[in-house]
């Protein structure tokens, strides 16, 4: 079963804008939505994004999710020291859940 | 208030079984499909097994088929996660979530953890 592909880490100093890739195949982001989900250290995952680009209520606006092809986009503006955590995209794959490799967040 | 509490972890020789349950409250279980998923310690996310709202469907990651059974009582509002054969890679939390409805209400639990060593 496959996984999909995020880069490691990313950072950026507050105000900023980040955004981390999420490479996937047609099985997978190519034919289903995307989700991502934000993991604060110690903490259980919390959804972020689902449907590629749909918020759940309470998510600032300033998260925001973008799909293309075989490949997603989370985008954090206006950075802040409480977004510092480890994301996720995931998406179905035929009868399996799969989840990216994760990439975790520093704030300067 | 919504809760979805783990309970069952612990430390299990290799070989060994373990039985994982999750209560959910503060919202209508019966009508949520649910998930395991794990983390191995200082590791992502990996999806461990999916239970439709009625059982009707079942799926197992590669890594835990024919070893983890996953089960639910709606009338109880608990999932469960019967795990047999248990091998060292199979240490991490284990957490308890629903899947994810048009409306984007999903529930997780804390995670219960599972270390599996002689």
């Known amino acids: 079963q496959s996984v999909l592909t995020q880069p490691p880490s990313a950072s950026g100093t507050p105000g900023q804008r980040v955004t981390i890739s999420c490479s996937g195949s047609?099985?997978?982001?190519?034919?289903?939505?995307v989700h991502w989900y934000q993991q604060l250290p110690g903490m259980a995952p919390k959804l972020l994004i689902y449907r590629n680009n749909q918020r759940p209520s309470g998510v600032p606006d300033r998260f925001s999710g973008s799909k293309s092809g075989t490949s997603a986009s989370l985008a954090i503006s206006g950075l802040r020291s409480e977004d510092e955590a480890d994301y996720y995209c995931a998406a179905w794959d035929d009868s399996f859940y799969v989840f990216g490799t994760g990439t975790k967040v520093t704030v300067l | 208030e919504v809760q979805v509490v783990e309970s069952g972890g612990g430390l299990v020789q290799p070989g060994g079984s373990l039985r994982l349950s999750c209560a959910a409250s503060g919202f209508t279980f019966s009508t949520f499909s649910m998930n395991w998923v794990r983390q191995a310690p200082g590791k992502g996310l990996e999806w461990v097994s999916y239970i439709s709202s009625s059982s009707n469907t079942i799926y197992y990651a590669d890594s835990v088929k024919g070893r983890f059974t996953i089960s639910r009582d709606n009338a109880k509002n608990s999932l469960y996660l019967q795990m047999n054969s248990l091998r060292a890679e199979d240490t991490a939390v284990y957490y308890c979530?629903?899947?994810?409805?048009?409306?984007?209400?999903?529930?997780w639990g804390q995670g219960t953890l599972v270390t599996v060593s002689s």
């Open positions: 979530a629903s899947d994810i409805p048009s409306t984007g209400a999903s529930y």
């Open positions: 047609s099985s997978n982001i190519g034919s289903k939505y």
